[in-house]
């Protein structure tokens, strides 16, 4: 698939186009174009990507899965609301896996891997005074996400990937893109210098905060 309407691309298997279709679809949802309640048809959203049924239906689950989507019945299905547990649990799990995350960075960080998380602190400070909050939400997510990666605990990287998608709803939830891009280059200095424990400190303090600000934005305002 090229586009909508173009059909199967050569070479691609129903798993390219159900990806496809999953990646579209979440994207929807993360930025409010699909909002809360929003029914999806499976015959709607197959013509609109341009593909068969079984792709949208894989999709589907699979968003269901991440609690994106939710099956009211056999034959309805809507965009799920998230509750004030949801968050919490997000923000739970976010504050376990990032705290370790970043102090496995800050403990084997390679001169290569800080290239690159400083290349995207300069791409996130970019969204930060030119962006939307889909751009700014999607480099702040790949911030986090390359410090994840330079724990080089597998298991870590799974997890947090299974999570990837929420994850980016909660950044798209947070208004605060000038502080949050100066917490983010003070962790940045912090991992460079090695400091394992000022890092997870910083951690903790930047998830903790941001918790606050999504539960009021989100339950209180």
């Known amino acids: 698939m090229t586009g909508p309407g173009t059909g199967t691309a050569p070479g691609h298997g129903g798993g390219w186009l159900r990806d496809q279709v999953c990646e579209g679809l979440r994207d929807r949802i993360i930025t409010g174009r699909l909002k809360p309640g929003d029914r999806l048809v499976e015959r709607e959203v197959a013509e609109e990507f341009g593909v068969s049924r079984v792709p949208v239906r894989e999709a589907i689950r699979i968003l269901i899965g991440e609690g994106f989507l939710q099956a009211v019945s056999q034959r309805r299905i809507v965009v799920r609301e998230m509750t004030r547990q949801d968050v919490e649990n997000l923000f739970d799990m976010r504050e376990a896996l990032e705290v370790l995350a970043v102090r496995r960075a800050a403990e084997r960080r390679t001169d290569a891997e800080l290239h690159t998380l400083g290349r995207l602190l300069a791409e996130a400070r970019a969204a930060t005074t030119a962006g939307g909050p889909e751009r700014l939400s999607r ?83």
């Not at 990287?157 to 709803?169: A, N, Y």
């Open 139 to 221: 480099a702040n997510a790949a911030f986090h996400a390359q410090i994840v990666r330079m724990s080089r605990n597998e298991l870590l990287v799974s997890g947090v990937e299974s999570l990837e998608g929420r994850l980016r709803w909660l950044f798209q939830q947070v208004d605060e893109a000038g502080p949050l891009w100066e917490e983010h280059r003070l962790l940045f200095e912090a991992i460079g210098a090695g400091d394992a424990e000022a890092a997870a400190q910083l951690a903790l303090a930047h998830v903790r905060y941001y918790r606050r600000v999504a539960l009021r934005r989100l339950f209180e305002d």
